[in-house]
Each structure stands twice: as C-alpha cells, then as structure tokens.
C-alpha cells in the first residue's frame, strides 16, 4: 500500500492492529518487569490504554484527523493504567496536537506530530528516565523522521520507525542498570515497540495469529433460528445483573462478595464474573437455572437491572458490560451535602480500605501494585463526591500520575493529590489530616510534612532469581523495600525483616510505627518483630491493622 | 502591703498547691471525685491517696468520676468570711467544664438577705489548671494593693483570656468519655500514635486544635507553644503540670529552658478532678501570655 496521505480511517485502522499486536504480546510485555516483586502489569496497563481509543475511534473515521486523534487521545487518557498506560496516552494527546485542525496529514506531516507525540509523553514525566518508553519512542521518532524523503510513503517512514525503535529498544539495558542486572530490556518499551509494529503489519497487510476478542469490539449478530422447537440447551444462560444491596437486608458497607460467588459456585455457575462497588453489586455468570440464582440474592437487596441470554443464540460475551460503572445510567447516585472537602484513597486489600474507611475518608479506589487504578477510575470516583475540595492520596508512584492527569481536566472540584507512594505513607497522612483547624496550604504543607517523615517497609517475596543493590536474590526468597529500595532478602521472612531494620539509619529517631498485616502475614512472628523494634528504639509505639492484602505480607509505616 | 479587703478562693480544678496557696493566701472549694460509688474530697495535697496511687488506679481501668464544688463547704467559707467582714472573689473553673461558679453564685445570692452590706464576685475563669491558679495570684496580688473585690474582679474579668492552659494526652479517650473536649471531626477515627494538642479555648472549652505524630512530638509542640506564646517570661513563672508522668514533664522543663529564660519553671502534679477527666499521662503547661483567641467547632 503506498499510502501518501493520512486519514482517520487509516489511522484507526493502524491503531486497531497496534493494540491487538501488543494484546497478542502482552504477557510477554508483563513478564519482563524489572523489580522482582509480582507486579507484572505494563503490557496490561498499555492495552488497556490504547484499546479505550480504539474502541472511540471506531465511531469517529469519517471525522477530520484533528478531531478524530483529540477524541481518540480523550478515550485513552481515560482508560489509561499506571505511569506506562499515562504516558502512552500523552503520546496520543501530542499526536492529535500535532494532527489538530487537520482533515488529513502527509507523511511528513504525520512524523512531525509523531514527534510532538514523543514532546508531550516527557511533558509529563517529571523527572524523564532514559531506557524507557521515553527513550523508544523519541529515537525512532527523530531517526525515522531524518531519514524522510520526498515521495516517502508511510510504510517506508513506519518502517524506519519500527527498526529504529527495535534498536533502541535493545539499548535500553545499557541506559538502565536495574535493566540490565534482570537481563531484560524495557516492558514499556516493548510494549511500545508491539505497538509501532502492529501498525506496520496493517500497511503490510499481515495478520495477527490471535486476535483478542475484547478488542474487537463489535458483536456477532443474534440469530434465531439457532435455537428451535428441538434444540437442546447445552450452553445454558449468560446472566448477567446489578444487585444494589439494601440495608435493611444487610450491611452493605461488610456484605461480602464471597457470599455471592460462593453461591454461584454451589450451583454450578460458569465463567463467574463479579465485583462489588460499594453497596452495588455486578455479577456476570452462565448458568442453566437463572431463576434460582436471581431469588437467592433477593436476600440481600434488590435488582437494578437483569439480562438473561440464552448462550446456545449468543456467544459473544458483552465484554463491555463490566467495563466501565461510570457510564452506567442506572446506578444511583445519592446527593450528598456539599461539603469543603472530600478524600479520595487508592488501597487494595479489604482490611487496609476498611481501615481507611474508618478514618472518614469518602471513597476509596481499588488499585495498588499489581493493579493500577485509571485516569477514568478517578473522575468516576470525583463525580460521587460533592466537594469544593478532593484530596487524592494515590499510595503508589504507579498511580499518582493517572491521579495528576484526572486532577488536572477535572473541572467540578478543585484536586489536591497528594504525593502518598505507598499504603503507609497514605494512611499517616489520612490520620494527621486537619481540614478544620488548618487552612488550605496550611493543611498542604503539614501534609506533605506527615509524608515526608514516614519510611515504609514492604515485605513480600521474590519471583525471580536476581540481584539487586548487591543483594543476591533466589526465586522465591524473602525480600523487603524499604521506601522503594530493595534492603535485604532472605529465606526466613523473620530474618528478612531483622536484616531490613538494621539497614534503617534513623530508625532511633522515629516514633510510631504502624504495620497492616496481609493475609499471609503472622501475628505471633511480627509480636517479635514488635519486641526487636522496641529492643532499636524503647520510645517506638507500635499498632497493628489487619490489612488482608495480598502480596505484601506486611506494609509497615515508620515515622 | 494594704489589708486585704476580701477572701480569695479558687477550687480543686486549679491544681494549686499548698506552697503557693500559703504564699498568696488563698483557700480553695474542694470539688469531689467518686470511686466504687464513693465519694472522696478532691485534696490538692493528695492526703487521702497519694497521686501516683491514684492515677495508677486509673491505669488499671478504675473509671472515676467527679462532682461539683460542696455547696455546704461553699456556704460555710463565705458566711466565715463575711461574719469576719470580708468580702468574697471566688475564681471558678470555667462554666463549660463545671456547674461551680453557677453554684456558688446561688450561695452568695442566697446569704444576701442574711449579710445585706457583703459581696460576692464568683469570676468564671474560663480556664482551669494553673491558668486559674494565676488568675488566682493575681488577684491576691491585688488585693494586696488595697483594691477592692469588685475592682479585682473587673481587672481579672478584662483580661481573662491571657491565662493560658496548653496541653496533650495519651489518648483522648478520658477526655471523650468525661465530655470534657470539643474534638473537631478532624480527631475522628482510630488515632493511634496520633496525639492532640488541647487548648482551654476562648469559651472555656478544652479544644483539641491540633495533631501531632508521636508523644515526643506533642511534648515538643507543648515547648513550642511556651516559648512562643508566654509573655514577660523573665518576671514569670512556667506551670507544668502532669498526671503522673514526671520524666514528659521534665523533658519540657529541660527542651523550654534551652530556648527561653522564664523566671521559674514549677512542676507539679495535676489534681485529681482534672486527672479524672484528662487520664494518665496528660501534660498541661500554664502560662501568662499571648491573648487566647481559638474558639473550637462544636
């Protein structure tokens, strides 16, 4: 295909064969994460980004380019997941910049705003790291677009731009030092490098061996006729509803999802999908009695909406259907009392978001390390408050940009994210806020000083062998981060921790320490490890939350 | 020295103890404290039960309550004072933590038809602790000058708001559980390791206005307030006061004495009416100083 000019088709078209390129790769672009923790998330975070554009983009192709990259760009920011998800979408938002007023774009034209996509994913980096997906996409930017020619088409320019991105993709070990210690190059540069392919496959004309169905968006028309007088139901029903809980049938703020999937369990559900967003409940299941399922949980509240299909007629799943609460009509929204302030907290874990909750904050946001919480996530959240003021504390690096960038285009409130890294840092600040008797910047400042102050120590274990900070790290070992630095690993958890308290130099100057215990974590192991704290430091107070976390056996906060 | 023309009194809230009561001549309203359903004079020199026992009661989970001042021993003082031709000034507990100065203010109306040419001034000190105790000393001070009650009262009513009591606790759970604190929605939740620090307020409440991180950091907020807020620090003395936990008191001693000359710095224990309400391991600085303005949410 020589292809001198770029249109919305063409475009979309590119970037529906990007997203199912890295969808086809995205375990590989998870795998290669470079801290030895189970985080493991970047190719999802990035798919989950540019399919959210994808799925937009496919109402807009007869729109001018200008229009139909802003509103692709829009789409993505919202469903964009942690720092690599973030700064892919900034990519697409510099795209459209450099494509804006435009119907269509030459290929120079197109190279000139693929660099002003690189220009505004650093804008948002604060302190931009090369050997990442920053790196990736400004080399092949600038050397494709140096080796443009007159009467180049865009297969020639993408390309150079693949090859390019290849290179430095397998560079990016020698820019970073953790990279190359793991012996693996950039996820998020592969990710990105996935994409650019994918793009260029669709001008070759290549196929994707497996095609994801979540991205293809459209759905298989029902026919009738494949179900009859004679027919027999072998696939039973897709069910699928929202329960809204009532109080006076059960306590919606501790109902347990449990109940519900346990149920489904029991009766034989398949391909159970279910979450709980506050008191409202969304299930998706196949079963063969829906009637059995939907009376047994009109012992907890009351349907808001059902769908029954018969799956022998429809096999299409209605993915979309657990996408996105945000744009669900029907879930209710209770008018709250306009109020100063508001917070809103990233946590996972049902201990460490009760503890939260516990402490007033008005909503907490499911997310964390091994699932990043959107842009999207955090608007849908902001729409539920009714404030003059959000304070967001988003408890992970991972996060806070996703938090910044739904601070920044929310207009209905003014945002305040706070620079919480971890669960720890999160909950001090939670517990010192003072909205009443401090002022704005008052309240800003001591804040910030809360935050400052707390260490925290993680302790989980390891999934890979490898060394890291001159540790010698085995699968499977023991391993705690202090702060973010990986201090000390062992084979006895216990030792671990002892290890990791000793590599705190101030820890004598600290006071209060405060440790959620996860759901592996030990009650009488960390009594000891209370004892050997007291043993440091004899003025150290020491609380425990039993956070129920998963991976981390302990998040502890020291201050 | 003039002769004084009235009685001082001041009650058991004010923590005054017999050294400076001797001193300046002043008695005080025994109010009462109550355990097991048994109630026991609230003795500021801790004869009954030695302070440490007591708040190691307290410790143990005892729960004590308190009452107002006696109006028998209200009424015996000022007929006293009165049959000997002395005026009265009582200066009260603030009236949002005790019904006293209420109290004694229907005592002195009620000895009016007996002792027609007497006079009574009950002052509601807004504050309690060594802040009372100041307003106190002043007052006597005053009387020395040969001032007359209603004089001494006006003086002390004008500038009440300078006698301040600062403080911080383990835990506000006495305070709560006492009703003895205005703690805003900020002090919501499980605060472990969070301490409070408390003011007695423009009103006369106790007012949790701030948060700390850690008991040493509230120790040091305490030495902050006296270093910046005390006022004529050189004429003047500093009150600490604590419920049984001496080392935290010397510890601000020691911090405020690198950073500010006061006259003296006098330790000393908290009585057992505010003890029961405050808790073990309260520390309340008192001092003459800057102008209380805070008034806390309700």
Redesign the interface.
């Known amino acids: 295909m020589a292809i001198k000019t770029v249109n919305s088709r063409i475009l979309l078209e590119m970037l529906d064969m990007g997203a199912k390129n890295l969808a086809a790769d995205c375990e590989y672009v998870n795998s290669i994460n470079v801290f030895p923790i189970p985080d493991g998330d970047t190719g999802t975070n990035m798919k989950s980004t540019i399919s959210g554009g994808v799925r937009e983009g496919k109402n807009l192709i007869n729109e001018p380019i200008g229009v139909f990259s802003l509103k692709f760009s829009r789409a993505s920011v919202l469903s964009a997941r942690g720092n690599s998800g973030v700064i892919l979408s900034q990519f697409f938002k510099g795209l459209s910049m450099g494509l804006d007023g435009k119907d269509e774009v030459d290929i120079k034209g197109f190279a000139e705003a693929m660099k002003s996509g690189t220009a505004k994913a650093y804008s948002v980096v604060s302190n931009p790291t090369e050997g990442t997906m920053l790196t990736v996409m400004r080399e092949a930017g600038e050397k494709a677009c140096s080796l443009l020619k007159d009467g180049d088409d865009l297969e020639k320019y993408l390309n150079d731009y693949v090859e390019e991105a290849k290179a430095s993709l397998s560079r990016t070990p020698e820019l970073l030092p953790t990279l190359k210690k793991a012996g693996v190059v950039d996820s998020g540069g592969a990710g990105f490098l996935r994409i650019a392919e994918g793009m260029l496959k669709y001008l070759r004309g290549e196929e994707i061996g497996d095609v994801f169905e979540e991205i293809a968006a459209t759905q298989t028309p029902v026919s009738v006729g494949a179900f009859d007088a004679d027919s027999e139901l072998t696939f039973g029903y897709c069910t699928e509803f929202i329960l809204q809980l009532q109080n006076k049938k059960v306590n919606t703020k501790t109902f347990e999802l449990k109940t519900i999937t346990d149920f489904l369990d029991s009766v034989g559900g398949n391909s159970v999908v279910a979450f709980k967003d506050d008191d409202i409940i969304k299930v998706h299941v196949h079963t063969f009695d829906p009637g059995k399922v939907l009376s047994e949980f009109r012992k907890y509240g009351e349907y808001l909406t059902i769908k029954i299909e018969n799956m022998n007629l429809q096999h299409s799943e209605n993915e979309e259907f657990f996408k996105d609460m945000t744009l669900d009509p029907l879930k209710p929204q209770e008018v709250k009392e306009r109020k100063p302030y508001a917070t809103v907290v990233v946590a996972a874990g049902e201990g460490v978001k009760d503890a939260f909750l516990s402490m007033g904050v008005d909503e907490v946001v499911s997310g964390g390390q091994t699932m990043n919480t959107s842009t999207g996530d955090f608007l849908e959240t902001f729409d539920k408050l009714n404030a003059d003021n959000i304070i967001v504390y988003p408890n992970n690096s991972n996060i806070k940009m996703a938090a910044g960038v739904a601070a920044e285009s929310y207009k209905k409130a003014n945002v305040i994210v706070m620079p919480t890294r971890s669960i720890s840092e999160g909950y001090s600040a939670v517990t010192m806020l003072d909205t009443v008797n401090e002022n704005r910047d008052e309240m800003i400042a001591s804040q910030k000083e809360v935050i400052d102050n707390v260490g925290t120590l993680e302790v989980t274990y390891s999934i890979r062998k490898t060394n890291v900070n001159g540790i010698d790290i085995d699968e499977g070992d023991f391993i705690c981060i202090y702060n973010g630095d990986l201090v000390s690993a062992d084979k006895s958890r216990y030792n671990a921790i002892i290890k990791a308290l000793d590599k705190i130099e101030d820890f004598g100057d600290k006071q209060v320490v405060t440790a959620f215990l996860g759901k592996d974590a030990d009650g009488e192991e960390f009594e000891r490890i209370s004892e050997e704290m007291k043993k440091r430091n004899p003025f150290i107070e020491v609380g425990e939350i039993d956070g129920k976390q998963d991976v981390y056996s302990y998040i502890i906060g020291i201050e | 020295m003039n002769e004084r023309k009235f009685k001082i009194f001041t009650d058991s809230t004010s923590n005054m103890v017999k050294e400076d009561r001797e001193k300046y001549g002043v008695d005080y309203l025994h109010m009462l404290f109550i355990v097991d359903g048994e109630e026991h004079l609230a003795d500021l020199d801790w004869g009954e039960i030695s302070a440490h026992d007591y708040y190691e009661l307290m410790r143990k989970g005892k729960r004590i309550t308190t009452s107002l001042i006696k109006t028998d021993e209200c009424e015996q003082k000022f007929t006293e004072a009165y049959e000997a031709g002395y005026d009265v000034l009582y200066i009260a507990c603030s009236s949002k933590l005790s019904a006293s100065v209420k109290t004694a203010q229907l005592v002195a109306d009620e000895l009016k038809a007996k002792y027609p040419d007497r006079k009574a001034v009950c002052i509601d000190s807004l504050a309690s602790n060594y802040a009372e105790s100041l307003m106190t000393m002043t007052a006597a001070k005053l009387a020395d000058e040969g001032c007359s009650v209603e004089e001494v009262g006006a003086k002390i009513e004008a500038e009440k708001l300078k006698y301040c009591d600062y403080g911080t606790v383990e835990t506000l759970e006495y305070l709560k559980r006492a009703g003895r604190i205005k703690a ?3 002090f ?7 301490k409070p620090i408390i003011l007695g307020d423009a009103i006369g409440n106790n007012y949790a ?3 700390v ?5 509230s120790l040091d907020e305490l030495v902050n307030v006296a270093v910046e807020k005390a006022e004529n620090k050189e004429n003047s003395t500093l009150y600490i006061d604590h419920a049984d936990s001496l080392a935290d008191a010397e510890y601000v001693k020691a911090e405020v004495e690198k950073r500010a000359k006061f006259a003296n710095i006098q330790l000393g224990y908290i009585g057992p009416i505010v003890g029961a309400a405050i808790g073990p391991g309260a520390v309340i600085i008192s001092f003459y100083g800057e102008e209380v303005t805070i008034v806390g ?1 309700e």
């Open positions: 805003s929605k900020a919501f939740g499980n605060l472990f390791g969070v206005y701030k948060k991180k850690g008991r040493k950091a949410e």
